[in-house]
């Protein structure tokens, strides 16, 4: 029962920078890995980045170097910084968090689009 908010999407032109929120209604304890996930228009959903638990992070390779996730405890919310951006990287962005039995939530997702 994880409920998850998002926020922060937009138009931006290439090079540009924007960061999406994602705020959700549990804490860490019960909220084991957060991911950002997007799904561009023709093409399936794809990992972005994650962060676990633990703190380690990973990245897909097309974001690596110009997209950072990070979490904020006392606000229950993950954050994706977004730099350099590309017109590729124009998608829905989507929030993901998986409890500790497994269970993932999705966010509704906001729209990013790179465009000049």
């Known amino acids: 029962q994880v409920q998850l908010v998002e926020s922060g999407g937009g138009l931006v032109q290439p090079g540009g920078s924007l960061r999406l929120s994602c705020v959700a209604s549990r804490s860490r304890s019960s909220i084991n890995t957060m991911d950002w996930y997007r799904q561009a228009p023709g093409k399936r959903r794809e990992l972005v980045a994650s962060?676990?638990?633990?703190?380690?992070?990973n990245y897909a390779d097309s974001v690596k170097g110009r997209f950072t996730i990070s979490r904020d405890d006392a606000k229950n919310t993950v954050y994706l910084q977004m730099n350099s951006l590309k017109p590729e990287d124009t998608a829905v962005y989507y929030c993901r968090a998986v409890v500790g039995t497994g269970v993932p939530y999705w966010g509704q997702g906001t729209q990013v689009t790179v465009s000049s």
């Open positions: 962060v676990f638990s633990g703190g380690a992070t």
